[in-house]
């Protein structure tokens, strides 16, 4: 029997957890027959009966029933992307729903005010800033909103190596008039989600970011996306960081357990806000980079 035949004789409550178990290549025709049987017989759902049979596991039907939701993650034996973004493999987990509620105090405070723009900011380069700014970007995209992910740490940049991209062509060379928005690169495995990489290592981050384009970019961008997530080096590499908060605007501090000290978090508020960036919030990383 054809999978089309399948997919067709199944009940309108389980059809299409059933067409996407097929398409996942987790279900043969043949078995998504038997647990039709079964489903029918014992009054249990699609998905509960592929279980109880045996073939399919919790974590498969989590992962079609995220597929049905247009909520996208990756299953844990994919290895597309780095395992450092827990809001991709581990959305379940008890880390990712925090940043769920990061994301809900930002569209509240921030976001519902009409911004759109947030630049994540630490204070040294033992703060994961990049890996946390690719993790909120991921929650935003999973909520279903048009999310940018922008690495503007011309210094060190890591974007590009979390989502496994090349990195010869990003902002540096947007800024530079090298290339253009076809730099950005939507990120297949995570639908909504779309990155602009540091691109090439300039020999002057703060000319290029001190140019009128970058503002120009910024508001270009808000047109089309949702959400835009800027990745900042850290506060201690020259005035990188200071540039980019006086266009973005809003700044998202992220500290480090038993390494980010009160003195220096005062220290890096302060030089935010001399830019005319408002402090929107501060969050605490509990360690993993």
């Known amino acids: 029997m054809k999978q089309e035949s ?15 178990l097929l398409e996942m290549g987790k279900l043969t025709p043949q078995q998504a027959e038997h647990v039709l049987d079964v489903h029918r017989e014992e009054g249990l759902r699609f998905g509960e009966a592929a279980i109880k049979l045996g073939y399919v596991a919790e974590p498969d039907l989590r992962h079609a029933l995220a597929r049905q939701f247009s909520y996208s993650y990756l299953a844990a034996n994919d290895m597309s992307l780095g395992r450092e973004l827990i809001a991709a493999y581990q959305p379940f987990s008890p880390a990712v729903e925090a940043l ?13 005010q009409g911004h759109k723009t947030i630049g994540l900011a630490g204070y040294d380069s033992g703060v994961p800033t990049g890996t946390f700014a690719a993790n909120l970007a991921i929650v935003f995209s999973q909520l279903g909103e048009r999310t ?16 496994r991209l090349d990195n010869r062509q990003g902002l540096s060379d947007l800024l530079a008039g090298r290339c253009g928005d076809e730099c950005i690169t939507a990120i297949e495995a995570l639908e909504g989600l779309s990155l602009l990489p540091a691109g090439t290592l ?4 703060q000319e290029l970011l001190s140019r009128a384009n970058f503002p120009a970019l910024l508001q270009r961008v808000v047109e089309h996306y949702d959400v835009v997530i800027v990745n900042t080096p850290p506060a201690t590499d020259a005035a990188d960081q200071q540039l980019i908060a006086a266009r973005v605007r809003g700044m998202l501090l992220v ?21 005319g960036a408002r402090v929107i919030g501060a969050v605490l990383n509990e360690g993993s980079r």
């Open 148 to 163: 940018l992910l922008i690495d503007a740490n011309l210094r060190q940049p890591t974007l590009h190596d979390l989502f």
């Open 202 to 205: 300039p020999p002057n981050p």
């Open 255 to 275: 500290t480090e357990r038993h390494r980010s000290r009160l003195r220096e978090l005062a220290q890096l508020r302060q030089q935010l806000e001399a830019t």
């Open 6 to 20: 399948v997919g067709s004789m199944l009940p309108p409550e389980a059809s299409h957890i059933g067409k996407v």
């Open 100 to 112: 769920r509620s990061l994301r809900s105090q930002l569209v509240l405070r921030w976001i519902a």
